[in-house]
């Protein structure tokens, strides 16, 4: 869906996923979860290549719909964080799938679960920062009723790079027990292997007496991967090798690890 990024403007990529963001503000009324709404939206332009269209059928259907077709996606995007992800039936998304002659089932995300999180946090760290940005989209509305001329924001360069952001911001704080501590190869291989080339580092906190660590700090290479493991939660638990970690966002403060 994206055309070439040196000749567009932010206004053109708002025309251009004006579905996605009609399909957001669908998904924010009937779940009221920024996160899980941006996350399902990016999942069904993701899905939107060669003759599917799944995101241009949701503004036509009706809220009770679009409540199950976000239930369905965030189910999706949840079960990916586990092990061995065993995902639900998707009816409803199978079935605006199926309108462009394309049948999708759960396995189908299981089993390419790295293309789906490359694919969701490229539009999320992309076109997506614009089309759920609010401010930029009252604008474009203003502008389009003669209330204002061309605001520079709109009228701005695109460019489909993700936006830098310190470490702090697409970082993780990991908690484990004491009993059943984990190695820092162990944390980064997990989400290496499921998920692709998406970690910079993992720290562990700094012991003595060959006590083992207990909390670290996993930090991503983007900011989306992040939003993707808590798809909108504040806390959430993994298995790793069966040993239950806690991950949330790392609020910076003063924590000894060791890099």
Not at 60 to 80: F, K, M, Q, R, T
Not at 100 to 109: L, N, R
Not at 232 to 239: A, M, P, Q, T, Y
Request: glycine share 8%.
């Amino acid at each position: 869906m994206e055309g070439p990024a040196a000749t567009m403007t932010v206004r053109d990529v708002l025309y251009m996923y004006s579905v996605a963001r009609q399909a957001y503000e669908q998904f924010m009324s009937v779940c009221g979860n920024p996160e899980q709404a941006q996350n399902t939206v990016a999942l069904l332009v993701w899905l939107d290549q060669g003759t599917i269209s799944a995101i241009h059928h949701v503004p036509g259907i009706d809220a009770g719909a679009v409540a199950i077709v976000a239930e369905e996606a965030n189910a999706v995007l949840e079960c990916l964080r586990y092990p061995m992800p065993v995902l639900p039936p998707i009816p409803l998304i199978s079935t605006l799938c199926m309108h462009g002659g394309v049948y999708i089932e759960p396995g189908f995300f299981a089993f390419h679960q790295d293309l789906v999180v490359r694919g969701v946090a490229h539009f999320l760290e992309g076109a997506g920062k614009f089309v759920f940005d609010d401010r930029l989209n009252v604008l474009l509305r203003r502008s389009e009723t003669g209330l204002v001329g061309n605001p520079p924001e709109l009228m701005a360069p695109y460019s489909p790079l993700p936006m830098a952001v310190p470490e702090d911001c697409r970082s993780m704080f990991v908690t484990f027990s004491k009993t059943m501590p984990l190695h820092r190869e162990e944390v980064f291989d997990y989400f290496r292997e499921k998920w692709g080339d998406c970690v910079v580092r993992v720290l562990m906190e700094k012991t003595t007496g060959g006590n083992m660590p207990t909390y670290g700090r996993i930090i991503f290479k983007t900011e989306a991967i992040v939003n993707l493991v808590l798809n909108g939660e504040r806390l959430v638990k993994i298995s790793i090798g069966h040993r239950e970690i806690w991950l949330r966002k790392y609020i910076p403060r003063v924590i000894d690890v060791d890099a």
